[in-house]
């Protein structure tokens, strides 16, 4: 009885100072707050209203239209197939050349919340 006493303190101990890891921590990412301002900063000079290659990123709605030359850019919960993603995150994607085109590539912790965003399922 003299060790459960401290043993049960030092679990809870434990769980208080460690916390719990998993999906409690991850935070959802909003398209309004997150993603929207990635687009407004990197992307509308071309892809907004008229876009090249009939992209237009300047909405939600007409980004998840899908209706680029190249068919959806957004795979809800599919990053890796997602041509958005793609065109982001490597160096020679798919089709056509990495995005922003002419500019450095977007910082890893906006390509990251892009692909989150759409694991997520690519909601508004």
Known sequence: MKLFYPSIMLTVATVIFTGCKGDANKTTIN????VKPIFEMNCLECHGENGMANLNLSTYDDLMKGDS???????PYDAENSLL????????????SRMPYGRNPLPSSQIRIIEEWILQGAKK
Not at 69 to 75: Q, S, T, W
Not at 85 to 96: A, C, H, L
Request: no cysteine; net charge negative; aromatic share 14%.
């Open 31 to 34: 398209y309004d707050y997150d």
């Open 69 to 75: 030359d190249n068919g959806p850019v957004v795979i």
């Open 85 to 96: 993603y793609q065109k982001v995150s490597r160096e020679d994607p798919p089709i056509g």
